[in-house]
């Protein structure tokens, strides 16, 4: 089905879905909209029956897939291939199954206050609870668990409008996001997800507490974990401008110094990144910013190519030009990558047919000198 959608921000800049908890509406991303629409576009998407999207049949599909389906046929709607996503709570889970099974549809993936798998039980007798009776009873104890007693207690305001942001939700439509959320488990799929993850914790979050996170994180390679102190379940809410920091440095042109360096101390190895640190001065400061961010934490960090592969591309562009510095260091690299030494003078012997026989000699000698004791042959 499609869903409601609020789109905010430039029309040719690149889209940035954000998807709500259960229960919730796109006006949980209202404090953190301002600084990233400035420069994404941004879809905001309500699930069925919540905010101003339509309420569901009563037999629709019920579980998570089926709730990824709604937003990729929302996507479909507007043209979007390819987005780049942030959820939170069962937003979070919708955005999981999308990167797993649907990684072509997904660029750069946020995962806030969430988890890959929930006790069933729970939510299955809370969606059994919401046919019988009705949002209402759930409401008070709900926003309870959203937000920390200290904030609730200062801004009564805040928490009479989220229960009424609570209680708006179309009781079957809630129902169904319960039942999926009781049958769900992402655990197996982390290990699928390719894209460059961020994720996000409240360190009192009691829905989804901080070992929910750190297992997600540990489950999808290179993910980023991030504990916020003071924050509970709906963190948009309760730390705005330190979600709306973290999503822009994650999301911003895919380039970030945290990705950046995780990417280049992995690929060329501690002790040559700590040496290139410590011998910044103000002169090269600015290039070494851009190389970590640009190169490093965009180019190197992207799903379609592995390492390996990038190590393939890297030596035989090297070769090229003639970069002798630059290709010992990407030697080290590409073992570290996993091509062994008879791998990487296959690649030189093939870069010779294209680049000429010159320079992938060269190329061979710089490489044996990396190697030492083990040339190639």
Do not use: K
Request: hydrophobic content about 45%.
């Amino acid at each position: 089905m499609i869903l409601s959608a609020r789109v905010d921000g430039p029309s040719d800049a690149r889209p940035l879905v954000l998807l709500d908890a259960v229960g919730s509406s796109t006006e949980m991303w209202t404090p953190v909209l301002g600084p990233l629409a400035e420069q994404f576009r941004v879809i905001r998407l309500d699930h069925r029956g919540h905010g101003e999207s339509d309420p569901s049949p009563a037999r629709s599909g019920t579980g998570i897939g089926d709730l990824a389906a709604d937003v990729l046929e929302t996507l479909d709607r507007f043209g979007l291939r390819r987005v780049d996503l942030a959820g939170l709570s069962l937003g979070g889970m919708v955005g999981m199954w999308l990167a797993a099974h649907r990684p072509e549809r997904i660029g750069r993936l946020a995962l806030l206050c969430t988890a890959a798998r929930m006790d069933p039980q729970i939510w299955t007798e809370r969606a059994a609870a919401v046919r019988a009776h009705g949002m209402t009873p759930l409401v008070v104890p709900a926003v309870e668990r959203w937000l920390t007693p200290d904030h609730a207690a200062r801004d009564e305001a805040l928490v009479r409008s989220l229960r009424a942001m609570y209680a708006g939700v179309d009781v079957e439509s809630y129902a169904q996001c319960c039942d999926a959320i009781a049958t769900m488990d992402l655990r197996p799929d982390l290990a699928r997800i390719a894209a460059p993850t961020l994720v996000i914790a409240g360190a009192e979050d009691l829905p989804t507490p901080v070992p929910d996170a750190e297992a997600i994180a540990d489950g999808i390679a290179g993910a980023r974990l991030v504990v916020l102190d003071g924050a509970a379940h709906l963190a948009t809410v309760e730390d705005p401008g330190r979600i709306a920091a973290l999503l822009l440095d994650h999301f911003r042109g895919g380039a970030t110094l945290a990705s950046g360096f995780a990417t280049r101390r992995a690929v060329l190895g501690d002790a040559h990144v700590d040496a290139a640190v410590a011998a910044t001065t103000d002169l090269t400061a600015p290039f070494q910013e851009f190389i970590t961010r640009y190169a490093w934490g965009d180019v190197w960090t992207r799903p379609g190519l592995s390492r390996r592969d990038r190590s393939i591309a890297t030596l035989t562009a090297l070769t090229a030009l003639g970069a002798e510095h630059e290709l010992a260091m990407h030697v080290r690299a590409a073992l570290r990558n996993g091509l062994s030494a008879e791998e990487i003078a296959e690649v030189l012997l093939h870069a010779a047919v294209y680049a000429g026989v010159p320079r992938a000699n060269r190329a061979l000698a710089v490489a044996r000198d990396v190697l030492g004791e083990n040339p190639p042959s």
